[in-house]
């Protein structure tokens, strides 16, 4: 996925369902997005990190 394609869908899932969301690098030069708390990763790939509570 392309990194303006994961901010966009990382944005709309944390707003959406009001939970916090990373964005981060894949090995493969892509990128990928999904919940904080089932991110078991390299944190040194997190791009970014979307909190919906957060202004």
Request: aromatic fraction near 10%.
């Amino acid at each position: 996925m392309s990194r303006s394609l994961a901010f966009a869908n990382a944005w709309n899932l944390a707003t959406t369902l009001m939970v916090c969301v990373v964005v981060f690098k894949l090995g493969t030069g892509g990128y990928g997005v999904m919940e904080t708390t089932e991110y078991d990763g390299d944190p040194a790939s997190i791009v970014h990190e979307f909190d919906p509570h957060q202004r």
